[in-house]
């Protein structure tokens, strides 16, 4: 092969591996054109979001204060009287009746003397049959006859204070309730200071809590509360009942007490309890979720759906809840709100609602 023949086969090599590296780079330049339009086109499309459809709801004003549950009756069982115990007829931590025995004294010296008076009164009853009779006979002047009838009078007292002397041997269930652990054994001595056991009736219960002195005026009888304790799987409900006629000097706060039922045993007496009071109710209040709403340096606004197109408007704003803004001015019931995508969203821009929301 000649010389020439071989430049002319280098260079035809050469040609060839230019139009090999070339063809990679027009496939991808041809790519990215096709791949272009198809995002402008994406770009200008409808914008996909949700919405809430504004309708007038309820709105409670509250506050969150502490408080303590208390059984709504309780009390130490002691007794009237000295003496040692003959009989314990309770166990701990049952439930007992109104007026069931729980405790029995010693009551055998009370019980002679009840037998003495009544042998008294027979004595004194026969007495008072004959000197009638005589009476009526005119054998004996009246002053004879009420002489006998005042015996027998005095008698019938004499039996009436034994047997109130024995009742106070006899310590009796003052209410239905829970009794609690006992600190007395049978054949033990008790005096009126000796705490034998105490007694709770625990259902309902009542919360006691204060609030501050600012919030009198809007705290009455009827009001509505939630309440939580710990232990407890779901939050609980009361109504205030009662509401301490006067403001504590010096923490200048209102005392308060609510009362709520309590029939599955879940809320125990003593626990700190988590108060929620409602102050006042609106049932007209309009509501949007909290992520709608926009702040700015004067006031906040609000994304409207208009005939399909993204529109502003300024808001008032009230008061806030976990989930949702009260909103005073600017929105009317039936508005559509945008809640999604109010970051990407300009005055203007189309829309595609794809899901209502609901609070």
Known sequence: MTTRAKRITIGLICVAVLVLLAIPKITSTSGNSAAAPSRRAGAGGPLAVKAYVVAPSTLDDRIIVTGTVSPNEQVDLQSEVPGKITRILFKEGTVVKKGAL???????????????????????????????????????????????????????????????????????????????????????????????????????????????EKYYSLVRRGSRITFSVQGAERKQTGTVYAVEPRI?????????????????????????????????????????????????????????????????RKVGVGARTEKSVQITAGLAPGDTVITTGILQMRPGSSLKITEYQQL
């Open 248 to 312: 504590d000097q010096t923490t200048r706060t209102l005392q308060v007490r609510a009362i709520s039922e309590n029939s599955d045993g879940e809320i125990f007496p003593g626990a700190f309890a988590e108060v929620s009071l409602v102050l006042k109710s609106d049932g007209d209040a309009l509501l949007v979720p909290a992520e709608a709403v926009v702040p700015e340096l004067e006031g906040a606004s609000v994304f409207v759906s208009k005939d399909g197109k993204a529109e502003v």
């Open 102 to 212: 729980l405790v029995k004294i010693n009551d055998a010296d009370l019980r002679a003397q009840l037998q003495r008076a009544i042998y008294r009164k027979e004595l004194a009853e026969a007495k008072e049959s004959r000197q009638r009779i005589l009476r009526e006979k005119q054998a004996i002047s009246q002053a004879e006859y009420d002489i006998a009838l005042n015996e027998l009078h005095t008698s019938d007292a004499e039996i009436d204070l034994i047997r109130a002397q024995i009742e106070k041997t006899e310590i009796r269930a003052p209410f239905a309730g829970v009794i609690g652990l006992r600190y007395v054994s049978e054949g033990g001595y008790v005096s009126p200071t000796t705490r034998i056991a105490s007694l709770h009736s625990v259902n309902p219960v009542k919360i006691d809590f204060s609030v501050p």
